[in-house]
């Protein structure tokens, strides 16, 4: 079954700090996996989207990683903001599908 | 700056009322989709239309119909609202045909509707 499961489930950082936020899954076969920030209330807006032979992929201080042959990607938020306060999805799209499958998303906070 | 436009950011509605949830692209994508999303459940998709008068049924239609007549629209119409269906909904397109590519994946700002 095409699962995509992220963690941790919510997290609470400083301001300034780095993070990272892990997403596994297991769809197959692979076509490329997106990494969306959704603020509270709002619709989800794409940060970085990696295909099968990229394996980093930055927009500013978002930085994408995806290791195909282990089915992990990881999402690194550098000198966090209090604007990067949202939640994190990670979204796979399998070759063959209808469809995009999402995980549940992980909460960040960044406290001053 | 291209858009996904949801009509109304919220809607509260009456138990048993029939209910219109808009979206309009202006991407001239060709792929439209409707999602729900319930905290603990994530994004649950409803219904998709692939082209003009298309529509298939995603992983959770029962309850919902839609409304394909141009390009650029897609409606999302619950006939009889529910509590149940209290949820934010989220409208998103993308480019490509058959099967999907979901190339410019883009989504709208969502619509909070509360059935009472």
């Known amino acids: 079954k095409n699962q995509v499961e992220q963690s941790p489930q919510s997290l609470i950082i400083l301001e300034g700090k780095n993070c990272t936020l892990q997403?596994?899954?297991?769809?197959?076969?692979?076509?490329?996996l997106r990494w969306y920030k959704q603020d509270t209330g709002r619709g989800p807006v794409s940060l970085t989207i990696m295909t099968f032979s990229e394996n980093t992929k930055s927009n500013g201080r978002y930085t994408a990683t995806l290791d195909a042959d282990t089915k992990q990607s990881s999402l690194h938020i550098t000198a966090s903001q209090l604007s990067d306060s949202a939640s994190y999805i990670c979204?796979?799209?399998?070759?063959?599908?209808?469809?995009?499958?999402f995980g549940k998303g992980t909460t960040l906070s960044v406290s001053s | 700056d291209v858009k996904v436009t949801q009509s109304s950011r919220y809607l509260v509605k009456r138990t048993g009322e029939k209910v219109f949830l808009e979206c309009v692209q202006d991407m001239d994508h060709e792929n439209m989709f409707w999602y729900r999303q319930d905290p603990g459940l994530g994004l649950r998709l409803i219904y998709f239309?692939?082209?003009?008068?298309?529509?298939e049924k995603g992983d959770i239609p029962e309850g919902y119909s839609v409304s394909r007549e141009k390009k650029e629209r897609f409606s999302l119409i619950l006939e009889s609202a529910s509590t149940n269906q209290t949820s934010m909904y989220l409208c998103a397109s993308s480019l490509g045909g058959r099967p999907l590519h979901n190339y410019g994946y883009t989504f709208g700002s969502g619509t909070r509707l509360t059935v009472v």
């Open positions: 997403c596994n899954y297991t769809v197959s076969p692979f076509s490329n």
């Open positions: 239309s692939y082209d003009v008068k298309m529509k």
């Open positions: 979204v796979v799209s399998a070759q063959a599908g209808t469809a995009l499958i």
